[in-house]
Antibody, heavy 114, light 110 residues
Framework: EVQLVESGGDLVQPGGSLKLSCAAS????????MKWVRQAPGKGLEYVSA????????FHANSVRGRFTISRDNSKNMLFLQMGSLRPDDMGVYYC???????WGPGTMVTVSS | QSALTQPPSASGSPGQPVTISCSGT?????????VSWYQQHPGKAPKLMIY???KRPSGVPDRFSGSKSGNTASLTVSGLQAEDEADYYC??????????FGTGTKVTVL
């Protein structure tokens, strides 16, 4: 059974940093690209970042480019999102998802507030 | 990249059909067959319901179907059931490893 579990969400001040993690199990992690999608409270889904199966290709949406970095550790079946220069509009639930958005984790909440 | 446009709400009685539209551009929906639909119940993660315009993942009831014409994709639930009440989102590949999601539609079962 495919399982994705995010962690690392927290309350952080504007301008601060946070690192999200996603633990993957139940599939051959290093055979698939992975993605991060976020959802602001009461709002729709927003595509944030993506990484190829071996980590050599990444993508970041314009809204986070230069501030967020996606990475992975295939030896530990882990996906990461390093978030910096956080702004109030970065607040929301962050989901990790498999390459084709087939499977999603339950999400982790990021709150940006002073 | 602008979000794909969906109607804010849709509704139907049990057993009746409901169709949700997803309007994009020639750079996303109109350019690729990588259109997907997701169901999201309150407080839960999205669930993939349709991929590549009209394909259903294993376990998704066959009352869910997808189609596309030009720059607009559609999701149809042929016979609404109480458990279908949820938010629905479309997404499309937009080139260069980029994807765009729809604005979301709240489906109510009357």
């Amino acid at each position: 059974e495919v399982q994705l579990v995010e962690s690392g969400g927290d309350l952080v001040q504007p301008g601060g940093s946070l690192k999200l993690s996603c633990a993957a199990s139940g599939f051959t992690f290093d055979s698939y690209g992975m993605k991060w999608v976020r959802q602001a409270p009461g709002k729709g889904l927003e595509y944030v970042s993506a990484i190829s199966k071996n980590g050599d290709t990444t993508f970041h949406a314009n809204s986070v480019r230069g501030r967020f970095t996606i990475s992975r550790d295939n030896s530990k079946n882990m996906l990461f999102l390093q978030m910096g220069s956080l702004r109030p509009d970065d607040m929301g639930v962050y989901y990790c998802a498999t390459e084709g958005f087939d499977f999603w984790g339950p999400g982790t909440m990021v709150t940006v507030s002073s | 990249q602008s979000a794909l446009t969906q109607p804010p709400s849709a509704s139907g009685s049990p057993g009746q059909p409901v169709t949700i539209s997803c309007s994009g551009t020639s750079s996303d929906v109109g350019a690729y067959t990588y259109v997907s639909w997701y169901q999201q119940h309150p407080g839960k993660a999205p669930k993939l319901m349709i991929y590549e315009v009209n394909k259903r993942p294993s376990g998704v009831p066959d009352r869910f179907s997808g189609s596309k014409s030009g720059n607009t994709a559609s999701l149809t639930v042929s016979g609404l059931q109480a458990e279908d009440e949820a938010d629905y989102y479309c997404s499309s590949y937009a080139g260069s490893n980029n994807y765009v999601f729809g604005t979301g539609t709240k489906v109510t079962v009357l």
